[in-house]
């Protein structure tokens, strides 16, 4: 639909309501009625003494230009998608468990400790193929005890606040909390 085809039922038609005989409004820029204006060359200079002097009308002809207008429909486009990119957040709630990883160390023995992994699977990380990697990485002990729970033979605790983002890096440090020391 082109602009000239929305303006014309619009003056030319009888609208509910309205009283006739209706007034043409003119322009005072070109002296030409409102709906020739998009014609006249100089149209910018138009919008803006309609601008000034018929707020009213002005803001129809915005409208009526935005309706055809394909840069607008662009732009609705980008809202929309930004809109709907909000929403994707918002619903993604999946699970009620707040995603965090709590590391403590606890006594082992007389001089000996462990470190005590928790949450990994709030990161759908697998705890097998976690401890493993630790098993590894520290070439110590580290076995799954929990159903969210690895126990690392060792004080490697410093550590795995570097090593965890570093091998998962949907896991910030930030998500990794320091319970300290568990006693017995
Ligand atoms: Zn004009």
Do not use: H
């Amino acid at each position: 639909m082109s602009s000239v085809e929305a303006a014309g039922p619009q003056f030319g038609a009888p609208i509910p309501g309205v009283q006739y005989p209706l007034k043409v409004l003119y322009c005072g820029n070109c002296s030409l009625p409102l709906e020739y204006c998009e014609f006249y060359p100089d149209y910018e200079k138009c919008k803006q003494w309609l601008e000034k002097n018929m707020p009213n009308e002005f803001e129809r002809v915005l409208q009526l230009q935005g309706e055809s207008k394909e840069d607008d429909a662009g732009e609705d486009e980008k809202k929309r998608q930004k809109r709907g990119g909000k929403g994707v957040l918002k619903t993604k709630k999946k699970e009620e468990v707040p995603k965090k990883i709590c590391l403590s160390r606890a006594p082992r023995g007389k001089k000996k400790s462990v470190t005590v992994v928790t949450g990994m699977s709030t990161f759908d990380v697998d705890l097998k193929v976690a401890s493993k990697f630790f098993a590894q990485k520290f070439s110590c002990g580290s076995s799954v005890t929990g159903d969210d729970e690895i126990v690392i033979q060792g004080d490697v605790k410093d550590e795995l606040f570097d090593i965890i983002p570093e091998k998962w890096p949907e896991i910030d440090e930030d998500f990794i909390d320091d319970l300290g020391d568990l006693k017995r």
